[in-house]
């Protein structure tokens, strides 16, 4: 176990692109300082342009786990790489929004699908789905598309729950 | 909003503050009591937010203390209330504080306005002699 001590024990892979780091741990300072340094040297081995980290099992975001996931934002986009949070649930907007954490500081999407369509331009610019005019849509990209309009009516129904 | 002007207080829980992963205990308590109190999701989610703060700047400014959740009846109105009590280095500038950005500890400075924002009233008493006392409540 080789360095065990030393990795913020965060599971990370790339997916499409993407480094995907799926937050599962309580978040202590320590824990948070490495993640930090596990994610940079990450994206600087892989050359990911994008990464998307998922918070849906994080309880609560208080301005200073906020702080570290600005920074984080920050850092991925000096060495070249947008930082996109997926999983804040609808109820801890507000919270955030009362702590002064706003859309300027982080970037968000509603589910892995949106978060990966709004890196498409960055991670791959030249085969981005965005450019492809709609009557030259794949079979897999029209579904892919239905996927996520499918997705936004769920959030939409959890939402007025 | 000064001292207990409450009528009936009842479901107090005490949480020692001493170690980061106490922050997370008062954070569990918040969210045990104002679920019991019948408070709808996004208030929980403040509540919960605003014990953070309090609980984790007693332990990053003042290394230890206590913070009390319970829940409180003001004129037959019941609200969920947050005591943070520490015998620290106090605040000394009370007004300066509570301004956004304003930290002494590297850190965003959004806490203690954010705890003002996130709850219905807030007070810290600024005739404590000894490190610092905090109240803050969010009605039904
Ligand atoms: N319990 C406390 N004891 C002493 N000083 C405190 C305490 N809580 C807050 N402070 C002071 O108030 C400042 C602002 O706190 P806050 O708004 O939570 O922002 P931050 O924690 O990011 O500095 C702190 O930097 C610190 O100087
Ligand atoms: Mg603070």
Redesign the pocket.
Known sequence: MEGANTFSRVGMHVMRGCLIVPIQIELYDEVLQQLQRDILNKVNDTGVKGVIIDVSVVEIID??IAQIFVDICRMTALIGAQTILIGIRPALAGALTDLGIGVRDIHTALTLDHAISQLEPVVSPATSVLNIPEEDMTHEDAEYWAEDAEDEADLYVDEGQ | MGGPDFKMKKNEHRVEVLAEADVAKAIYAAQSLSQEMGFEKTARFMIATAVS?LA???F???GA?EVAVQAVEVDGKWGFEVI?E?A????KDIAL??KEG????G????????VKRLMDEFYIDPERQI??M?VARKWL
């Open positions: 301005s200073f | 703060e984790r700047n007693i990053v400014y003042a203390g943070a520490d620290g280095p106090g605040i504080a509570l304003y930290s002494t500890g850190t965003l400075g959004l806490g203690l306005p954010g490190g610092t905090i």
